[in-house]
């Protein structure tokens, strides 16, 4: 049986570049970035910047009693989910919706709600912790909310594998409806991982800037922690042409490998080996590749392993292509960022619009690719490959096609 297309027909994003997807893509298509100072410094925690969805009011988007059992990384998963939901033309209760799948990724899961407990326990003393907290905080919470609040009956679950969460989720959703198991699919990821402890952590790892974030340049001090959700509908090709639905790209291919090395250091093999079975699974070469939606960190050991693996695998390709890393505008959300570099690069593909590498200055001797700087670029995107390269060696890279 010849293995079904698949296709993007709702795209969702909630992320420091604003609270709906029109905000996220006007601040990448005019290279606005959303790292700025936050507005909750703790004392002894060093890092003091981030990208943190602005203005975000719960009580506008959920009533009191939902709140109780919804941490913010469900939070944010259920109202991007929604968003995409609406912008797929779907409606809840439909049996297309009821039946679809729900795979939402994170690389933290419910840290808001075990802050606020350990809190409870160790700082106020109490005896008891909230009875929901187990609901609320685990890992598969956003997966069972964005699913009692959508109404999807059909497989439901939550997938954790670092910053490759949002990536490996909507590769599952895209494989389980080639396989025709289903013919809709809910896919994303969200992150929530302002609080102390993770931002204490984070502290530890010392790779945190206290500037910008600036991939791929010289002067680059090392990446921002953002927050968000991305949400993708999926729906096979046969599916969304009989409904009439708006088709932003084709989701054609993936490559997913295992560095089985260092827990932090990127491996040159394991990520041009990903690069090149995503290729081979979207039955693409590398010269029909545009634009590559790079994990640039802004690392100094992850943007030069990357720009090297993309000379690798392209050759004398690289050089025509244009590699930009949005995380220079809604940072590094973890989990959920490889969920937004999705909706950014189906956007991308769909507006023909290259969204640019922003607080680009000048761009480091390791890294000698065309990075877009800082304004975004008018071009017909034949096909985009997204690259998500996880702690723990876990790589995933998806490779999208303009429909025709």
Not at 147 to 152: C, D, N, Q, V
Not at 233 to 250: D, F, M, P, Q, T
Request: proline content about 4%; some cysteine.
């Amino acid at each position: 049986m010849a293995t079904r297309r698949v296709m993007i027909t709702g795209l969702g994003a909630i992320s420091g570049l604003g609270l709906n997807l029109q905000n996220f893509w006007d601040g990448l298509s005019t290279g606005r970035s959303a790292i700025s100072p936050l507005d909750f410094p703790i004392d002894d925690v060093k890092i003091s910047l981030g990208a943190t969805v602005p203005e975000f009011n719960p009580d506008e988007y959920f009533t009191a009693s939902e709140l109780t059992i919804l941490d913010r990384y469900s939070q944010l998963a259920v109202i991007a989910a929604q968003e995409a939901v609406n912008d797929s033309g779907l409606v809840r209760g439909g049996s297309i919706l009821t039946d679809a799948a729900t795979i939402i990724g994170s690389a933290c899961g419910g840290k808001h709600t075990d802050e606020a407990t350990y809190e409870q326990l160790y700082k106020k003393n109490r005896t008891r912790a909230h009875p929901l907290t187990i609901p609320k905080g685990m890992p598969s919470a956003a997966a069972s909310m964005v699913s009692l609040h959508l109404g999807t009956r059909g497989p439901a679950f939550g997938l954790s594998s670092a910053c490759a969460s949002g990536s490996h989720a909507i590769i599952q959703g895209m494989s389980m409806i080639q396989s025709g198991m289903i013919e809709v699919a809910l896919v994303g990821a969200s992150d929530a991982p302002f609080t102390y402890g993770l931002l204490k952590s984070w502290d530890a790892l010392r790779v945190a800037s206290d500037d910008t974030c600036r991939p791929f340049c010289k002067d680059r001090s090392g990446m921002v922690l953002g927050e968000g959700a991305g949400m993708l509908v999926l729906e096979s090709e046969e599916h969304a042409k009989n409904r009439g639905a708006k088709i932003y790209a084709e989701l054609a291919g993936c490559g997913m490998t295992s560095d089985a090395g260092h827990i932090t250091r990127p491996d040159i093999l394991g990520i041009t080996n990903a690069i090149e079975n995503a290729l081979h699974h979207a039955n693409l070469y590398p010269d029909d590749i545009d634009y590559i939606n790079a994990h640039g960190t802004g690392t100094i050991v992850n943007d030069a392993t990357e720009t090297e693996a993309i000379n690798r695998v392209f050759g004398y390709h690289a050089k025509d292509l244009a590699v930009t890393s949005t995380k220079s505008m809604h940072g590094h959300a973890l989990g959920a960022s490889s969920a937004l570099e999705l909706v950014a690069s189906a956007l991308a593909i769909y507006n023909e619009t290259i969204p640019p590498t922003a607080n680009f200055t000048v761009a480091d001797e390791t890294c000698d690719l065309d990075y877009v700087p800082n304004e975004a670029r008018h071009k017909v995107i034949r096909a985009a490959v997204s690259n998500s390269f996880a702690f723990g060696g876990l790589n995933a890279v998806v490779a999208l096609k303009r429909y025709t």
